[in-house]
């Protein structure tokens, strides 16, 4: 038990020392619409269920999902892709927002944002629609745009960072983001990042990268392999072979179905009357990509379906192949811990980790010992996004210089956490704590505090290598602004200090009739929320004071306006730190709220029994 707990503290340690970590994701972002309804009986037309909605939800999917799982494990993510200028490029900015991705997506106009719409009934997905045409390729102002805006990200996390290096994490899922310019870039720059990691659905377009981190499913990893391969024929007898498409499935697990070789062996060791000529004859159609032969009996030119025959777990020209009667009882597992090495020759990477759906993933690194995790099946429509978790976790925990073996293990428990609920998957860093069995760390100090603690409090976190941010205001009448605002202002940080107005800073700003809540009843709201880590009360008109004292690595004001218009600004440069603003939710403000509530008073007319009664 004492080891046991010992093990759960040193993962948590890993979990705490990524806080903050840069990372910048590149890719195919997309946007993840859930539709949820009721079914009771068919139509009359056609023997079709007839739906009712009932609640609809949006979220960050593909690369957008992979910055979200980042923000919300405690990394400082940053996305960088194409976003069309429609309904769906808007949803996706509000979900980045919200999750506190630093939203450096470029707008596309004429060019939609890839969505998946699913629709379910009793939460099982009865169809999804697609939109968004992978085949329309970025044009040249847009490559140019997003170059642009991968060079700025890139610097704008390294000033973040100190100067350190930021990590990058790339997601090609086939959608057109990335294109041979944006590829041939991220080769060429590949110094400025410590560690890449990269989830793509063709590794062989990625020659040259050299990452620390691949993450192939399971048909990715056979495909490259079989690309890799030679002409070498799989020896006569028993083929098992597994299928799955020609193109793999922008998101969700790899789908791969067990049969008999067409026109080959039959798993139970017959064979039928065309193959068994052609296993007699040596001979094959040529079917592969290079123009060489392939296993016998394949129906479609490529890599459309992966042979699992052979001794000792040899590669063929267009697949991977184990004999069925020596190898009986081989899984997808062993046979992906058998190709690990080949997997890191052909892509290059320091680590592979082949994830295989619901029974959780193979990784090896240098030291050639390969690792098995394990996940828990669930259903399908559980399990979307949870790569991106996994990508999320890995990625931070080697960014953190923690053991590989330590990687692995909070990754597939970040993937396997998430996936308790349909729709798309996100790990907090905070449901990783608990399922460590430990809560998140604290200071000890009390939200509510004083100035003359703040420098104890702040003292720590610069002793532990923590950002701290810091903000200030009157928060009258918190509203749904204000708590967007917080959590944004949290997520550019380790620790957000809150500085509230007192009553009477407030009616020297304000005017004499505010603040409608007194300072005791404001700080107390703020303290409640989980995004503020500390309140304190001035006094003065302005935080000068308290920025002096805090010295504050990124202060942050409310605003549309540039940060060089903030008063503060010159003073936080001059102690060295950032200043950024963040814009309002529209139609959002204390005023306006005030305003309505006066309004709806003088609307209503006096109740006569409330009148006072003359003596």
Same mark, same amino acid.
């Given at each position: 038990?004492a080891?046991?707990?010992a093990?759960?503290r040193?993962?948590?340690?890993v979990?705490?020392?990524?806080?903050?970590?840069?990372?910048?994701i590149?890719?195919?972002?997309?946007?993840?619409?859930?539709?949820?309804a009721?079914?009771?009986r068919?139509?009359r037309?056609a023997?079709a269920?007839?739906?009712?909605?009932?609640?609809r939800?949006?979220?960050a999917g593909?690369?957008?999902?992979?910055a979200?799982?980042?923000?919300?494990l405690?990394?400082?993510?940053?996305?960088?892709a194409?976003?069309?200028?429609?309904?769906?490029?808007?949803?996706?900015h509000d979900?980045?927002?919200?999750a506190?991705v630093?939203?450096?997506?470029?707008?596309?106009?004429?060019?939609?944002?890839?969505v998946k719409?699913?629709?379910?009934?009793?939460?099982?997905?009865?169809?999804?629609?697609?939109s968004?045409?992978?085949?329309?390729a970025?044009?040249?102002?847009?490559?140019?745009?997003?170059?642009t805006?991968l060079?700025?990200?890139?610097?704008?996390?390294?000033?973040?960072?100190?100067?350190a290096a930021?990590t990058?994490?790339?997601?090609?899922?086939?959608l057109?983001a990335?294109?041979?310019?944006?590829?041939?870039?991220?080769?060429?720059?590949?110094e400025?990042?410590?560690t890449v990691?990269?989830d793509a659905?063709d590794l062989?377009?990625w020659?040259g990268?050299?990452p620390?981190v691949?993450?192939?499913?399971f048909a990715?990893?056979?495909?490259?392999l079989a690309?890799?391969?030679?002409?070498?024929?799989?020896?006569a007898?028993?083929?098992?072979?597994?299928e799955?498409?020609?193109?793999?499935?922008?998101d969700?697990?790899?789908?791969l179905?067990?049969?008999?070789?067409p026109?080959?062996?039959?798993?139970d060791?017959?064979?039928?009357?065309?193959g068994?000529?052609?296993a007699?004859?040596?001979?094959?159609p040529?079917?592969?990509?290079?123009?060489?032969?392939?296993?016998?009996?394949e129906?479609?030119?490529?890599e459309?379906?992966?042979?699992?025959?052979g001794?000792?777990?040899?590669?063929t *020209?267009?697949? #991977?192949? /184990?004999n %069925?009667?020596?190898?009986a009882? $081989?899984?997808?597992a062993?046979?992906?811990?058998s =190709?690990?090495?080949?997997l890191?020759?052909?892509?290059?990477?320091?680590?592979?980790?082949?994830t295989?759906?619901?029974e959780?993933?193979?990784?090896g690194?240098?030291?050639?010992?390969?690792?098995?995790s394990?996940?828990?099946?669930v259903?399908a429509?559980?399990?979307?996004?949870?790569?991106?978790a996994?990508?999320?976790?890995?990625?931070?925990?080697?960014?953190?210089?923690?053991?590989?073996?330590?990687?692995?293990?909070?990754a597939?428990?970040?993937?396997?956490?998430?996936?308790?609920d349909?729709?798309?998957?996100?790990?907090?860093?905070?449901d990783?704590?608990?399922?460590?069995?430990?809560p998140?760390?604290?200071t *000890?100090?009390p #939200?509510? /505090?004083? %100035?003359?603690?703040?420098d104890? $409090?702040v003292a720590?976190?610069r002793d532990a290598g =923590?950002?701290?941010?810091?903000?200030?205001?009157?928060?009258d009448?918190?509203?749904?602004?204000?708590?967007?605002?917080?959590e944004?202002?949290?997520?550019l940080?380790?620790?957000?200090?809150v500085?509230?107005?007192?009553d009477?800073?407030?009616?020297?700003?304000?005017g004499p009739?505010?603040?409608?809540?007194p300072?005791?009843?404001?700080?107390?709201?703020?303290?409640?929320l989980s995004?503020?880590d500390?309140?304190?009360?001035?006094?003065e008109?302005?935080?000068?004071?308290l920025?002096e004292?805090v010295?504050?690595?990124?202060?942050?004001?409310g605003?549309?306006?540039?940060?060089?218009?903030v008063?503060?600004?010159?003073l936080?440069?001059?102690l060295g730190?950032?200043?950024r603003t963040?814009?309002?939710?529209?139609?959002r403000?204390t005023?306006?709220?005030?305003?309505r509530?006066?309004?709806?008073s003088?609307?209503r007319?006096?109740?006569?029994s409330l009148?006072t009664?003359?003596?």
């Open positions: 038990m080891g046991a707990a093990e759960q040193r993962l948590a340690t979990v705490e020392s990524w806080l903050g970590r840069p990372v910048l590149v890719g195919d972002a997309m946007l993840d619409e859930w539709r949820f009721d079914s009771e068919l139509c037309e023997p269920p007839v739906l009712t909605l009932r609640r939800i949006s979220a593909g690369a957008a999902n992979t979200v799982n980042v923000a919300a405690g990394g400082r993510a940053v996305l960088v194409p976003v069309g200028a429609d309904v769906a490029g808007d949803e996706l979900c980045l927002d919200r506190g630093w939203d450096r997506t470029v707008n596309q106009p004429g060019r939609p944002t890839p719409r699913r629709m379910l009934a009793g939460n099982q997905i009865l169809l999804r629609e697609d968004g045409d992978p085949d329309d970025l044009d040249p102002d847009a490559v140019t745009r997003l170059l805006a060079d700025c990200a890139t610097e704008e996390l390294r000033a973040a960072a100190n100067g930021p990058l994490v790339v997601c090609d899922y086939g057109g990335l294109s041979a310019p944006i590829r041939a870039w991220l080769v060429e720059q590949r400025r990042y410590a990691a990269l659905h062989a377009d020659h990268l050299a620390t691949v993450t192939p499913s990715e990893a056979t495909r490259l690309r890799a391969a030679g002409a070498t024929r799989p020896p007898g028993t083929e098992l072979h597994l799955h498409p020609d193109v793999d499935p922008a969700g697990p790899s789908e179905t067990v049969g008999a070789a026109g080959g062996a039959h798993a060791g017959g064979t039928t009357e065309a068994a000529d052609e007699h004859t040596g001979s094959g040529d079917l592969s990509r290079s123009g060489r032969p392939g296993p016998l009996g129906p479609t030119p490529g459309g379906r992966v042979a699992l025959t001794d000792g777990l040899s590669v *020209g267009t697949g #991977v192949t /184990v %069925t009667e020596a190898g009882g $081989i899984d997808r062993v046979l992906a811990e =190709r690990l090495a080949e890191r020759a052909h892509t290059g990477a320091d680590v592979v980790a082949v295989l759906d619901t959780g993933a193979v990784v690194g240098a030291d050639g010992e390969p690792r098995r394990h996940s828990t099946p259903p429509s559980h399990a979307v996004g949870a790569g991106d996994y990508l999320a976790a890995m990625t931070l925990a080697l960014a953190a210089d923690a053991p590989l073996p330590t990687a692995a293990q909070l597939q428990l970040a993937a396997t956490i998430t996936v308790s349909t729709g798309t998957c996100v790990c907090r860093r905070e990783l704590l608990t399922a460590l069995d430990l998140p760390e604290t *000890g100090h #939200v509510l /505090v004083g %100035t003359d603690e703040l104890a $409090i720590e976190y =923590r950002s701290v941010v810091f903000t200030n205001g009157c928060f009448v918190l509203h749904r602004g204000h708590v967007r605002y917080l944004q202002a949290r997520a940080g380790d620790l957000l200090i500085a509230v107005n007192s009477g800073s407030v009616r020297r700003l304000k009739d505010r603040p409608v809540n300072v005791e009843d404001r700080g107390a709201l703020l303290a409640a995004c503020v500390h309140v304190v009360v001035f006094e008109d302005s935080p000068t004071a920025i004292a010295r504050p690595d990124v202060y942050v004001k605003g549309d306006y540039p940060p060089e218009l008063p503060e600004a010159p936080v440069r001059r730190g950032q200043v963040l814009g309002y939710v529209p139609d403000s005023s306006a709220i005030i305003e509530i006066r309004a709806h003088q609307d007319e006096p109740d006569p009148s009664r003359p003596s």
